[in-house]
């Protein structure tokens, strides 16, 4: 053993090599240094648990380089989201438009007006600009910006039922993942939920029946990932609104996802649109950012002038507020809609969303051959219809026709597809099937980079 740890390179030694030497030029001496150690710590530990030496002792300065290598990618990679989810949470929701692009790298190099007003010269409202453009979209009075929806609906209920009842339906106690549960947040919020109805059926009366003293607001809360079917019944935000008025108890709305344009125009299932429940009477509606808005990760919400002012003055919007790279991605989204004509083109999601099947299957019998190339051998391939979703809470049950191409393994082992998908996994960009029915799908539907796609399949 004694021989064996007498070949280790010393750290001093290996600094003097000019190919550490090199490294040292790139990724400098203390990262260098480290790594070195690193090695010659885990090379001790080979020698004295299997008595032989590392198999990087044949070339210390290449082991160290794929190492510092290793560590300068960064954890957020690129990878083609070819799961069929467009809106997919763990690959981060919504792709950005170019301009919102443009304008959160403009915002990144330069000081910026966030917080100041260039005709007067005092202290601005960081909201204030976008909040124009809000109303403007949606009709509302006014408009407060936080980090996403989760935290919008925490800081309705904290600014504006602290100690206080909340009325909500039994059928819309929803959880929407991540731990974000309807009835787990009202306690956070500090608020007493006083639920009305039953699962399937709530009325009006029951509203009425549960408003009491102790009543701050009504809440109406989008059962956006789940569909209560047959014998239902639900009250319309109109009707709740009006009651509302009557009672003198405001009411908001957590929309979830919430479309600032008709999806059905484009073939889409109809989400509810903020401004249709802002016209319906309902005092604040929140919606997220990187759902179907297709911009960046944010809480929005819209509604009354003096409900937004008792937001804002709350100290949780400080904690909750965005940052400047939010504010521009989000203004460069909403810009988008004030024409909406191109907004198919010129939005990633949307873009997304509306690609035709024929479109899909023309690009799956441009790709077919590449994927035979490299996979050929062990799977047959074919292209499949498929159905892809929306994602992100939108309705599950509403799938979009899409086109795939199938990966089926010749010895038809379970294991060579778990295989495939982690080779898949490991390309220099990753790519993320989705394993079904005993083959690996590839839903086309999000592959934009066709050229990068290719060259990446052919190593
Ligand atoms: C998605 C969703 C949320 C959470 O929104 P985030 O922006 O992910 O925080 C809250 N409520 C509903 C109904 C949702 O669909």
Redesign the pocket.
Request: no cysteine; charged share 10%; proline share 0%.
């Given at each position: 053993m004694n021989t064996l740890f007498s070949q280790l390179p010393s750290i001093d030694s290996l600094l003097r090599d000019s190919a550490v030497q090199a490294l040292t030029g790139q990724y400098g001496h203390q990262q260098v240094v480290t790594t070195l150690r690193k090695l010659q710590q885990e090379a001790r530990e080979q020698i004295l648990q299997q008595q032989q030496l590392p198999e990087w002792q044949v070339d210390w300065p290449q082991a160290a380089e794929q190492r510092l290598q290793a560590q300068q990618q960064s954890a957020l990679r690129p990878v083609f989201n070819l799961t069929g989810t467009v809106l997919h949470?763990n690959l981060g929701r919504a792709l950005l438009s170019e301009s919102a692009v443009e304008a959160v790298a403009c915002v990144m190099r330069s000081p910026v007006t966030l917080e100041y007003a260039l005709d007067e010269a005092e202290r601005g409202h960081r909201d204030r600009t976008l909040a124009d453009l809000l109303c403007q979209l949606t009709g509302a009075e006014d408009a407060c910006i936080v980090n996403?929806?989760?935290?919008?609906?925490l800081l309705m209920l904290a600014a504006l039922a602290p100690g206080q009842e909340v009325v909500v339906s039994r059928g819309e106690l929803?959880e929407?993942g991540?731990a974000?549960r309807i009835p787990d947040v009202m306690k956070q919020a500090g608020c007493q939920l006083a639920e009305v109805g039953t699962t399937n059926r709530t009325h009006l009366k029951d509203y009425r029946q549960a408003v009491g003293e102790n009543t701050a607001l009504l809440m109406k809360?989008?059962?956006?990932?789940y569909q209560i079917e047959g014998f239902t019944s639900a009250v319309e935000e109109s009707d709740l609104a009006a009651l509302g008025r009557e009672l003198n108890v405001p009411v908001i709305t957590?929309?979830?996802?919430g479309s600032l344009i008709d999806l059905s125009q484009y073939g889409l299932p109809a989400e509810p649109m903020p401004q249709q429940l802002i016209a319906a009477g309902v005092s604040l509606v929140?919606f997220?950012?990187?759902?179907l808005l297709g911009g960046p990760?944010?809480?929005i919400i819209v509604g009354k002038k003096t409900l937004i002012a008792r937001l804002q003055q709350h100290p949780l919007k400080r904690a909750l507020r965005v940052d400047k790279m939010v504010l521009a991605a989000l203004e460069a989204t909403l810009k988008l809609y004030l024409q909406p004509e191109k907004l198919a083109e010129q939005l990633p999601t949307l873009r997304l969303l509306t690609r035709s099947q024929a479109d899909i299957r023309a690009q799956a019998e441009r790709l077919l051959p590449a994927l035979e190339k490299a996979f050929g051998e062990q799977f047959s391939l074919e292209i499949a219809a498929c159905s892809s979703q929306i994602g992100?809470?939108s309705l599950p049950v509403d799938l979009l026709p899409g086109m795939a191409v199938t990966l089926t393994p010749r010895d038809g082992r379970g294991s060579a597809l778990q295989q495939l998908a982690a080779t898949l996994r490991q390309l220099a960009v990753p790519v993320i099937g989705r394993i079904q029915a005993g083959k690996l799908w590839l839903d086309l539907r999000c592959l934009q980079e066709e050229a990068l796609f290719l060259k990446t399949i052919a190593r």
């Open positions: 949470t996403n929806n989760a935290a919008a609906v929803v929407i991540g974000f809360v989008h059962t956006s990932n957590d929309l979830g996802s929140s997220s950012g990187d759902k990760q944010a809480g992100s809470g």
